[in-house]
């Protein structure tokens, strides 16, 4: 597959280059390291730094801004950034309230994320963490712990940048993310694999009739491959997955998030939103808010997910905060 | 043959070592795309490069530990990944807090294996078994300890055929951690890609000492 790309070895400096120069209105490069700081942060809360693997263009790299994080740590395509770079933008950013880091819960990210803290903790700078892990069929609720984090990181970071923003204490800010994580469930289907750039092959196979029920966003495996069905009966599958892990009753408020993984247009994406209003109507569950975007990406991977986020007082007032990066702006409450 | 190794024979072997690692990048990559993302090659390749030139760059020392510091912390400090972690660990912690020494004989290289393994498995979690590059550093940081009185090149003989063993044992188990534990058994068959680089590593230090 085609990539415009320059040499391999240089896609990632060449993407943060690129990246903050044409964003260059809201964002500064970290000295160094593959960091990206929103200018316009602020210094009275807790600093709120995301981060992973690049690859998934907008997310983390470009969810810096008004109300999200501020700031960004970028790794190798699909691999955690290192201690490092973490640490050094982290300290970049501080402004004296200590650091909530939001990232995917993945084995190289828990690794280099504790590293860093302790790195940190050894300056003097206190840090705290929220792992995201809204994939509800990546693990068994008995082991939520190994659940990968995907497109609900968007809402996560957008409700952790709400959290830092009320100007509440690290410890409070941590527990309102906490609280966010548990009422938020992701599932994904994978149509096609994606293609990354300085690779040979796709990053996994799938027959052209095929899909994949609950794959990951870097093509992990999911718990269903089946024949491609028309899309609201894969919607159907899909709900039926979130409301068996987080029940939803007649009454209940939740947010939804359509995702598209990278080859999957707005178009598809809209189709698949219009089944999953149907299925909480008939549940006699109301929609707060939605969204239907591609956010969370996987270079050119085929397929979506679908994202729900339960509502309480709580986390409502969190929706509500206004936010604005170059990529997600959000009004809140009108 | 040597029978302990001086600063610039750690710093040779650790070249040594690195440029072995450079050359397996595309055989890591086939054994990582089987199971994993196929980055582990280049991962470890790109560290083992940044360990060669802060080995470089570094000021002169007496003390032949620190070679393996400066050596674990360029690969902590770039690679990324778990295993930037864990492989720049290995080389930390094997230095870890020890008296410095301008020479280390069998018996010194045995004792960084055993630190380095105690640290990676308090650090990762994981344990033979678990089809993590574990399941070869420790067997061979065993046959080290076993063997540390025969000789620096017995010592490694003795290590390399362990980590090897350890690192066949991994196709026949389900993986803990990391990308291929969603595989289920569909990781079977496949060696783990961090086992793979414990062998390398531990086989070219004894192609380096023997020559």
Same mark, same amino acid.
């Given at each position: 597959m085609?990539?415009i790309?320059?040499?391999?070895?240089?896609i990632?400096?060449?993407?943060?280059?690129g990246f903050?120069?044409?964003?260059?209105?809201?964002?500064?490069?970290?000295?160094?390291?593959?960091?990206?700081?929103?200018?316009?942060?602020?210094?009275?809360?807790?600093t709120?730094?995301?981060?992973?693997?690049?690859?998934?263009e907008?997310i =983390?790299?470009?969810?810096?801004?008004?109300?999200?994080?501020?700031?960004?740590?970028?790794g190798n395509?699909?691999?955690?950034?290192?201690?490092?770079?973490?640490?050094?933008?982290?300290?970049?950013?501080?402004?004296?309230?200590?650091?909530?880091f939001?990232?995917?819960n993945y084995?190289?990210?828990?690794?280099?994320f504790?590293m860093a803290?302790?790195?940190l903790?050894? !300056?003097?700078?206190k840090?705290?963490?929220?792992?995201?892990? !809204?994939?509800?069929v990546?693990?068994?609720?008995?082991?939520?712990?190994?659940?990968?984090g995907?497109?609900?990181?968007?809402l996560?970071?957008?409700?952790a940048?709400?959290?830092?923003?009320?100007?509440? @204490?690290?410890?409070?800010t941590?527990?309102?993310v906490?609280?966010?994580a548990?009422?938020?469930?992701?599932?994904?289907?994978?149509?096609?694999?994606?293609?990354l750039?300085?690779?040979?092959?796709?990053t996994?196979?799938l027959? !052209? !009739?095929?899909?994949?029920?609950?794959m990951?966003?870097?093509?992990?495996?999911?718990?269903k491959?089946?024949?491609?069905?028309?899309?609201?009966?894969?919607?159907d599958?899909?709900?039926?997955?979130?409301?068996?892990?987080?029940p939803?009753k007649?009454?209940e408020?939740?947010?939804?998030?359509?995702?598209?993984?990278?080859?999957?247009?707005?178009?598809?994406? @809209?189709?698949? =939103?219009?089944r999953?209003?149907?299925?909480l109507?008939?549940?006699?569950?109301?929609?707060?808010?939605?969204d239907?975007? @591609? =956010?969370?990406t996987?270079? @050119?991977?085929?397929?979506?997910s679908?994202?729900?986020l339960?509502l309480?007082?709580?986390?409502?007032?969190?929706?509500?905060?206004?936010?604005?990066?170059?990529? =997600?702006?959000?009004?809140?409450?009108? | 043959?040597?029978?302990?190794l001086n /600063?610039?024979?750690?710093?040779?072997?650790?070249? *040594?070592?690195?440029?072995?690692i450079?050359?397996?990048?595309?055989?890591?990559?086939?054994?990582?795309?089987?199971?994993?993302?196929?980055?582990?090659?280049?991962?470890?390749? $790109?560290?083992? &490069?940044?360990?060669?030139?802060k080995i470089?760059?570094?000021?002169?020392?007496?003390?032949?530990?620190?070679?393996?510091?400066?050596a674990?912390k360029a690969?902590?400090?770039?690679?990324?990944?778990?295993s $930037? /972690?864990? *492989? $720049?660990?290995?080389?930390?912690?094997?230095?870890k807090?020890?008296?410095?020494?301008s020479?280390?004989?069998?018996?010194?290289?045995?004792?960084m294996? &055993?630190?380095?393994?105690?640290?990676?498995?308090?650090?990762?979690?994981?344990? /033979? $078994?678990?089809?993590?590059?574990?399941?070869a550093?420790?067997?061979?940081?065993?046959?080290?300890?076993?063997?540390?009185?025969e000789?620096?090149?017995?010592?490694?003989?003795?290590?390399e &055929?362990?980590?090897?063993d350890?690192?066949?044992?991994?196709?026949?188990?389900l993986a803990?951690?990391?990308?291929?534990?969603?595989?289920?058994?569909?990781?079977?068959?496949? &060696?783990?890609?961090?086992?793979?680089? /414990?062998?390398?590593?531990?086989?070219s230090?004894?192609? *380096?000492?023997?020559n």
């Open positions: 085609k990539k790309i320059n040499k391999p070895e240089n990632i400096p060449e993407l943060v280059e903050v120069s044409a964003n260059s209105r809201y964002f500064e490069k970290v000295l160094g390291v593959n960091g990206i700081l929103y200018k316009g942060r602020r210094k009275d809360k807790v709120l730094v995301i981060g992973g693997g690049s690859g998934h907008p =983390y790299s470009g969810f810096i801004g008004r109300g999200l994080g501020d700031a960004s740590v970028a395509i699909f691999a955690s950034p290192d201690p490092g770079a973490i640490s050094e933008t982290a300290k970049a950013a501080h402004a004296g309230h200590g650091i909530l939001v990232y995917g084995a190289g990210d828990n690794l280099n504790d803290e302790e790195i903790q050894d !300056d003097g700078v840090a705290a963490h929220v792992r995201i892990n !809204d994939d509800c990546s693990a068994p609720v008995e082991r939520i712990n190994d659940r990968r995907i497109a609900g990181g968007v996560m970071v957008r409700l940048g709400a959290a830092c923003d009320l100007g509440l @204490s690290l410890e409070d941590k527990k309102q906490e609280h966010v548990d009422n938020l469930r992701t599932i994904g289907i994978a149509v096609s694999p994606g293609q750039p300085g690779l040979d092959k796709p996994f196979e027959g !052209d !009739d095929e899909i994949e029920f609950g990951g966003l870097h093509g992990e495996p999911g718990i491959r089946d024949k491609m069905r028309p899309a609201d009966e894969l919607v599958v899909m709900f039926s997955h979130i409301v068996k892990d987080m939803l007649a009454g408020e939740v947010c939804v998030l359509v995702n598209g993984l990278g080859a999957t247009t707005m178009l598809e994406l @809209s189709i698949a =939103y219009r999953v209003k149907q299925l109507d008939k549940a006699g569950v109301l929609v707060y808010d939605a239907v975007n @591609s =956010y969370a996987s270079q @050119s991977m085929g397929g979506f679908i994202s729900i339960k309480d007082e709580q986390i409502k007032k969190l929706y509500d905060n206004p936010c604005f990066c170059p990529f =997600y702006a959000k009004e809140g409450k009108a | 043959m040597k029978n302990a /600063v610039n024979d750690c710093k040779d072997m650790i070249r *040594f070592v690195a440029d072995k450079i050359e397996s990048k595309p055989y890591l990559t086939e054994v990582d795309s089987a199971i994993g993302d196929g980055d582990h090659g280049i991962g470890m390749a $790109g560290g083992m &490069q940044k360990a060669k030139e470089d760059a570094m000021d002169p020392t007496e003390d032949a530990y620190r070679v393996f510091d400066t674990g690969m902590l400090m770039s690679m990324g990944g778990a $930037g /972690v864990i *492989f $720049g660990s290995m080389y930390i912690a094997g230095a807090n020890s008296p410095p020494k020479e280390l004989d069998a018996a010194d290289i045995a004792k294996f &055993q630190k380095s393994l105690a640290a990676i498995k308090e650090r990762g979690h994981a344990s /033979v $078994g678990d089809k993590t590059m574990v399941d550093l420790e067997p061979a940081a065993i046959a080290m300890s076993e063997h540390s009185e000789g620096l090149l017995e010592m490694l003989k003795a290590a &055929q362990a980590a090897h350890g690192m066949e044992s991994t196709k026949d188990m803990k951690y990391g990308r291929a534990k969603s595989l289920m058994e569909r990781a079977i068959g496949f &060696q783990d890609p961090g086992a793979t680089s /414990v062998w390398i590593i531990i086989r230090m004894r192609e *380096f000492v023997e």
